[in-house]
């Protein structure tokens, strides 16, 4: 299980860093993204992987974090959703209005200067 989550982490997070450098904004939003979820399920992996653990107290189990799931990754994690979320969103729309007033969609907004030298003989 342990080894899953460590690939899983490691793809997410290879693929955000190489999306993270790709020259178009589109791609380095969705780079960020996956950067996001890797840092998230890392987050997650630091509670623990237990199975058939408790989530909550229970009646005869003695309370400590040997016998039940810590809460502090989970909501840290969730928290964490929310606002990727909205960042995400927040980049949509500024790149929207980006690619509107520059007219190209690459981040350092050469990609039409250089098509216009290209096109003129």
Avoid: C, W
Wanted: aromatic share 6%.
């Amino acid at each position: 299980m342990e080894a899953i989550l460590a690939i899983a982490i490691g793809v997410l997070s290879g693929s955000g860093v190489y999306l993270l450098l790709r020259p178009r904004t589109f791609q380095v939003i969705m780079g960020l993204t996956l950067v996001s979820y890797a840092v998230n399920l890392f987050i997650f992996s630091m509670g623990r992987l237990k199975v058939d653990s408790e989530p909550v107290l229970v009646d005869g189990i003695k309370a400590t974090l040997a016998n039940t799931a810590d809460p502090m990754p989970q909501a840290l994690v969730l928290t964490a959703i929310v606002i990727g979320f909205a960042m995400t969103a927040l980049f949509l729309v500024v790149l929207l209005a980006s690619r509107g007033l520059a007219g190209t969609d690459h981040v350092d907004g050469e990609e039409l200067a250089g098509r216009r030298d290209r096109e003129q003989p």
